[in-house]
């Protein structure tokens, strides 16, 4: 056989191989990806896309989850998974499930985020903000577990809202994992006065709260959700839509105010961040000071 016969038939196994290797990559962006809806707002954002959690349960292997569960500082809920913003007494409560990688969870903040302040300021609502990686699942990497462990991170020294905020801003594109990078999130801490100490970068560097990432996205497919972002008010799905209504700015302001009907505002400070030495779930956070 000729020198050139065997370059095109080398040549042709290589095409085909890279042309399966494209179609394994179409099929798995066609099983994960799904249109969550339009989000109609005053920002003009016309259609978001949300990732299934069909394969959440992957894990990107980076080898941070040794040690126990330790929830950040002023967590809540069941197994303090939860990190609260607002007035403990608001009328309302409004659940948020995200993925710092998850472009229709940035779609879903950077349309509704002033609305969300200005009614937990007001005492009108109560968030609850909780971690999900389902796209490290889905398209391998470690972002979205070393973003919400930053996230974390941001939340013992008070930060949360303000460091949560800076992510979606400056979110990559999903198939870019630059938040494995904790160089990268240590930068973006800058954005945010006051965070970026030494106690920050260590804990973001030691991946602190990595095993309660973990336990978060498992507690996220446990609960039998679709996909990210998960908003539910009071318990109640409102993403994409509530009934026939989609999500927009004006709609969730009228439920907000349909929900909070002859209630009044919440006006409890919320109760500043104290870390618990104990893993989550088995023990009371420590007092202040300690």
Known sequence: MSENNQDRRRSARERLQQERELEKRREKRRRTLIVASAVVGVLGLAAVV???AANAGKDGGDGTDAGPVVAPAGAEGEEQLAIPVGAPDAPSTLTVWEDFRCPACAAFENALRDTIHDMTEQGQLKAEYRLATIIDGNLGGNGSKRAANAAACAQ???HFA????VLFENQPPEPDDAYADNDK???LAGKVEGLDTPAFRQCVQDGTYSAWVTES??????GGFRGTPTVL???ESIFPQKG?????VENFKKWVAEANEGK???????????????????????????
């Open 156 to 158: 013992d020294a008070g």
């Open 233 to 235: 008010l009071n318990g």
């Open 185 to 187: 999130l240590i930068e």
């Open 50 to 52: 949300g990732l299934i």
């Open 264 to 290: 009044q505002p919440g006006t409890e400070q919320p109760a500043s961040p104290t870390r618990s030495p104990s893993p989550a779930g088995t023990g009371s956070p420590a007092p202040a000071g300690s």
């Open 162 to 165: 303000a460091y949560h905020d």
């Open 244 to 248: 026939d209504e989609q999500i927009s």
């Open 217 to 222: 996205n498992r507690a996220f497919q446990e």
